[in-house]
């Protein structure tokens, strides 16, 4: 009888150990995607820009490209975390994608500046190290995102400006284009449009006079990627033409380590997008880090309370995406809209525009 007893008390074990996960388990498959094997988790997240994205103002032709383009973006950096590869090739690559298309201010689709040019900023930022690289105000960079990187890895510095980052650039071999490369149709006519409503005395500096979604959306559009690759690795990266209009060598959030772009692997990595001002001065991208570190937070508590309460309090507006350790993932926005995607390790899309 005590045989039988002791056999019956191993199985139970057994298999009660089996079925029911230890704590350590359970934390790390409690992220939305309620993973039950124990493959390695990863994850992407990206965006496309924050704005007055409304259905009615879309053709259905632009938004099925808008989502092409999302999704062909997405499965690039998927296929890279799911055959092993780093978060932050899995970042770059797919922020390339994006840069190449006019559909989005980065790269190819960057907006005009005043003077009638195209200046680009990008910064990516790796979890594991937390090392990064910046780069602000180029005129002559395909890929934004691939020089920022090549300063984070290439050079002893975070942030790289102007010319001086583009003779880095040629000294690394980063492909340098003519800045006639960037001009697009569709962007030097919203240049046109916001000059035509600068001189009709429209006031830029009060939120009150983004009423007209026209002049609100010549604030957004900058691309950005988070990622968790089958290491544990947390990145980051942002790409971005800017604002429209811009003037003076303006620099927005994009390219500054702490408000476009976070990473770090004890916490989240995050992406931004919106009113530049607003997410340098909030601090957003690692305000978000900082709730999850210092207070407990979960992702999704801490990227609502900057983005629906700390940013719209200030005056600005916008979103982030974000991916934490677990894989768990947060696509906030304060906006009408913003292009987003996102795959789990299980290869499941999610791709959204508008507010649900
Ligand atoms: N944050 C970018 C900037 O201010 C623009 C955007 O994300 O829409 O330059």
């Known amino acids: 009888m005590h045989q039988i007893l002791t056999v019956f008390t191993l199985i139970f074990i057994v298999f009660g150990c089996k079925n029911s996960p230890t704590n350590d388990q359970k934390s790390i498959f409690s992220g939305e995607m309620n993973r039950t094997d124990t493959a390695p988790n990863f994850g992407i997240v990206i965006h496309g820009g924050a704005g007055t994205i409304l259905k009615q103002d879309m053709t259905d032709s632009l938004e099925a490209a808008f989502k092409a383009k999302l999704e062909e973006a997405i499965k690039v950096g998927h296929a890279i975390l799911k055959s092993g590869g780093s978060s ?18 980065a790269g190819k689709g960057a907006v005009f500046t005043h003077d ?18 910046a780069i602000a105000g180029v005129t002559q960079i395909k890929n934004p995102i691939d020089l920022a990187k090549e300063v984070m890895l290439h050079s002893e510095h975070v942030m790289l400006g102007g010319k001086g980052a583009e003779n880095f650039a040629q000294s690394r071999g980063i492909e340098l284009v003519d800045p006639s ?55 980051a990266g942002t790409s971005t033409g800017g604002m429209t209009n811009k003037r003076w060598n303006r620099i927005g959030d994009a390219p500054i380590i702490g408000a476009g772009t976070y990473a770090n692997n004890a916490t989240c990595a995050v992406s931004s997008t919106g009113w530049g001002e607003f997410f340098i001065r909030a601090v957003v991208a690692h305000d978000i880090s900082a709730l999850m570190e210092y207070k407990g937070l979960s992702l999704q ?56």
């Open 301 to 356: 508590e801490a990227a609502k309370e900057v983005i629906q309460k700390k940013v719209p309090a200030m005056g600005g507006d916008g979103g982030i995406v974000a991916i934490d350790r677990q894989g768990n993932v947060s696509m906030e926005f304060n906006t009408e809209g913003m292009y987003r995607a996102h795959m789990n390790a299980d290869g499941e899309l999610y791709i959204g525009i508008y507010k649900e």
């Open 88 to 105: 932050i090739e899995a970042v770059t690559k797919t922020i390339n994608v994006l840069e190449d298309s006019p559909l989005f201010n």
């Open 181 to 235: 490369y960037f001009y697009t149709e569709k962007r030097f006519r919203s240049l046109q449009q916001a000059k035509e409503i600068e001189e009709a005395k429209i006031d830029h500096s009060q939120s009150t006079s983004f009423a007209d979604p026209f002049i609100k959306n010549q604030k957004f559009g900058t691309v950005g990627c988070v990622a968790l690759d089958k290491n544990g690795n947390l990145a």
């Open 116 to 133: 009638e040019t195209n200046e680009l900023d990008a910064s990516i930022m790796d979890g594991q190290t937390l090392n990064a690289g």
